[in-house]
């Protein structure tokens, strides 16, 4: 029996009827402005007047036949694809290099980024393949050619000039050589006679200087000045000591008394060293110049050991003069100058023979070799240049401090050169082979002086602004002794030349002699 719906549930199931939309083909335009023409002539338009003033206002917007030629956008889209399939076609034609650092440098020489990030070396010569595709494969030959133009010019300004010296120049130089040609044989005798000296006897010798460095004690302490003592030095004969101090003041002072034996007045201002000649009290009289010292206003003064007035000033600097230093015959004076350059004097002719560049800051301390044929400069720049004086060649480069070069020493051995610079660093250079041989870390502050002991070397004396002195043996390298009493820094050190006794002057005033016992 089949049982059949009600008509009522048919329809009550049965879905909506759907309305049909109207699809308007074409503009609405032309209509919209035909009903509102034949409303307003009609008279039944309702809100015409609304209509035309939104018209009007710009809020109803109806066109009136302008058109946007499509035209005209399609032909640059062209263009630029035009272009770029061009570019793509160029890129391809480029040749570039497959090594990765031809690749860089080609990059950096159109100041573009060498690397980016997450970029392979694949990458990276396709970027410079888009570049040159861009900029054309002439660019990178034309910045190259630059770079080489550049750089054959820094080699220009880089490269050694020479102008023609007076004829006392020629002279000096020529007399220099015939002074420290036998000189150095001597010196190289006498290093062949110690080699033949058994090991064990010099093993011997050097264990007992060690032993007696390490017994150094305070032997004398002397108020020098009411200012810092910035320089002090041995007399020839180890019977004095000169010290220079901030008061514009020098002193001499008897040893091993410490006594004052005379003072030298003359400079106005802080006096930065004074120094003995090396025949000082042995073969010159009390009225030859014996002593020379400098000062911050550039002023050099000569002084002789019987007057307290100087016998003579050298005058020529402009700037700060922080060294003088004579030459091993007496005969020359070194000067060093903030105006980036050291200075040769000859006493004999009384005038200036050689003003030496070089550096590109000031040059703040000189020493000569012990043959009287070398010159070692080191200053602001942190650099040290060795000069050969009898052909004015610089014949050593010393690179290697991180600041500046306050102290320079030769040994007796001829060969060896320490530097003590700001860097807290005494470096020791084999000339030999135009090395650095050993750093020393020395001190806790910059180094203000280094000295190797005078009559054979054996030992190296540095000191510092962390109030202290040390010494160090040489060769090892090993620290022997600490020198530690002044209360303030130590601002100069010398050792008497028969090696017996050590002096140290500081920003306390005083100076100090060690002995060992």
């Known amino acids: 029996m089949s049982i059949l719906p009600s008509m009522s549930t048919i329809t009550r199931d049965a879905a909506p009827a759907v309305k049909k939309s109207r699809v308007y083909y074409g503009s609405l335009e032309e209509k919209e402005r035909e009903r509102l023409s034949s409303d307003i002539v009609s008279g039944t338009a309702t809100g015409s007047d609304a209509v ?37 076609r160029r890129a391809r034609q480029i040749t570039v290099s497959t090594d990765d650092a031809e690749v860089k440098a080609g990059l950096r020489a159109l100041g573009e980024p060498i690397t980016l990030f997450g970029e392979g070396p694949a990458d990276r010569r396709e970027r410079l393949r888009g570049i040159l595709s861009v900029v054309g494969p002439d660019a990178l030959k034309k910045s190259r050619k630059d770079e080489e133009r550049a750089k054959r010019s820094q080699d220009e300004c880089q490269q050694t000039w020479y102008h023609e010296g007076s004829t006392s120049l020629k002279d000096s130089r020529l007399w220099l050589a015939r002074y420290s040609l036998p000189r150095a044989m001597r010196r190289l005798e006498a290093a062949r ?64 008394e410490c006594n004052l034996i005379r003072t030298l007045r003359g400079h106005n201002t802080n006096v930065g060293a004074v120094v003995f000649r090396p025949q000082a ?136 050169l320490a530097t003590g610079s700001g860097d807290n660093t005494c ?57 530690a009493g002044h209360e303030g820094k130590v601002m100069g050190v010398d050792v008497s030349p028969d090696g017996k006794l050590i002096a140290t002057s500081s920003y306390d005033r005083t100076f100090k002699l060690w002995l060992s016992e």
Request: charged share 25%; with cysteine.
């Open 281 to 416: 009290g042995l073969s010159l009289d009390q009225s030859d110049v014996s002593l020379a010292s400098c000062a911050a206003d550039g002023s050099v003064k000569l002084w002789n050991l019987e007057s307290d007035e100087p016998v003579a000033d050298i005058e020529g600097h402009s700037e700060r003069v922080s060294r003088v230093s004579w030459h091993p015959s007496g005969r020359f004076l070194g000067t060093t100058c903030y105006d980036n350059s050291w200075r040769l004097w000859d006493l004999e002719v009384q005038e200036e023979i050689l003003h030496q560049e070089g550096h590109s800051k000031g040059v703040h301390d000189l020493h000569f070799h012990p043959d009287g044929s070398l010159a070692a400069t080191g200053g602001l720049d942190a650099f040290g240049r060795v000069w050969d004086l009898r052909t004015g060649r610089c014949v050593v480069f010393l690179e290697g401090h991180l600041k500046e070069i306050y102290s320079l020493h030769f040994s007796p051995n001829g060969y060896h």
């Open 52 to 88: 035309k003033a939104g018209i009007e206002a710009g809020n109803i917007n109806i066109s009136s036949g302008e058109t946007l030629e499509i035209e005209d956008r399609v032909s640059e889209r062209q263009q630029e694809a035009l272009a770029e399939f061009e570019r793509r």
């Open 427 to 483: 470096k020791v250079w084999e000339l030999r082979n135009r090395k650095c041989l050993y750093t020393v870390p020395a001190h806790q502050n910059l180094l203000s002086a280094v000295r190797f002991q005078p009559t054979d070397g054996h030992f190296l004396l540095t000191g510092a602004y962390d109030n202290t002195a040390k010494v160090w043996s040489h060769p090892g390298w090993t620290p022997l002794k600490t020198l």
């Open 193 to 256: 006679a110690q080699r033949d000296i058994a090991e064990a006897t010099r093993t011997i010798r050097q264990q007992e200087l060690h032993k007696s460095l390490r017994n150094l004690n305070n032997f004398c302490s002397q108020i020098g000045d009411d200012r810092p003592i910035s320089f002090c030095h041995f007399s020839p004969d180890s019977k004095m000591l000169a010290t220079a101090s901030w008061s514009g003041l020098c002193k001499l002072w008897s040893i091993p």
